[in-house]
């Protein structure tokens, strides 16, 4: 597994690793997908200069696929999703308000008829576009290292 700090790459081995370097920090839980419709085409949000695959906060309570379709819905208005298989989790460390994040998000292939997307402009989401997914990886390049990682795992 990679955890990416300050947008770099750290890879851990063993579970005495993770909990070691974990411990510094709050873990957070988020889920989101990777959607494709029929024309083979890429859901893609645009937030805060950055692209980015849908995705949030995991609710006290909500299991874990359940966040993700629900924030997928949120941030791109996208209506009637068909789950997939489970992706490989993403880790991320930030800092919030003096506070040390390791954030894990929780993938999901996801399928969805080609529709109208709404961006969630209340979340700093200017766009939802879908993207054929040939242009995917150019996308990546003005992306999150971790997101960049994932896309070249599934692709």
């Not at 851990?12 to 909990?19: K, L, N, R, V």
């Not at 209340?122 to 993207?131: G, H, L, P, R, S």
């Given at each position: 597994?990679f955890?990416?700090?300050?947008?770099?790459?750290?890879e851990?081995?063993?579970?005495?690793?993770?909990?070691n370097?974990?411990?510094?920090?709050?873990?957070?839980?988020?889920?989101?997908?990777?959607?494709?419709?029929?024309?083979?085409?890429?859901?893609?949000?645009?937030?805060?200069?950055?692209?980015?695959?849908?995705?949030?906060?995991?609710?006290?309570?909500?299991?874990?696929?359940?966040?993700?379709?629900?924030?997928?819905?949120?941030?791109?208005?996208?209506?009637?999703?068909?789950?997939?298989?489970?992706?490989?989790?993403?880790?991320?460390?930030?800092?919030?308000?003096?506070?040390?994040?390791?954030?894990?998000?929780?993938?999901?292939?996801?399928?969805?008829?080609?529709?109208?997307?709404?961006?969630?402009?209340?979340?700093?989401?200017?766009?939802?576009?879908?993207?054929?997914?040939?242009?995917?990886?150019?996308?990546?390049?003005?992306?999150?290292?971790?997101?960049?990682?994932?896309?070249?795992?599934?692709?």
């Open positions: 597994m955890i990416f700090k300050d947008n770099k790459a750290i851990i081995t063993s579970q005495d690793e993770f909990d370097f974990a411990k510094d920090y709050r873990i957070i839980h988020a889920a989101g997908g990777i959607v494709s419709n029929e024309k083979n085409e890429i859901l893609l949000i645009y937030r805060l200069e950055k692209w980015d695959f849908p995705k949030g906060k995991v609710e006290g309570g909500e299991q874990i696929p359940d966040a993700a379709i629900r924030e997928v819905e949120e941030e791109t208005g996208l209506q009637k999703i068909t789950l997939g298989k489970s992706l490989p989790s993403t880790f991320h460390t930030y800092e919030l308000h003096g506070e040390h994040i390791l954030k894990e998000t929780h993938w999901f292939e996801m399928i969805a008829d080609r529709q109208s997307l709404t961006p969630q402009t209340i979340e700093d989401i200017t766009q939802a576009v879908w993207i054929p997914r040939a242009e995917v990886e150019a996308k990546m390049g003005t992306s999150y290292s971790s997101l960049a990682w994932l896309w070249n795992e599934v692709k």
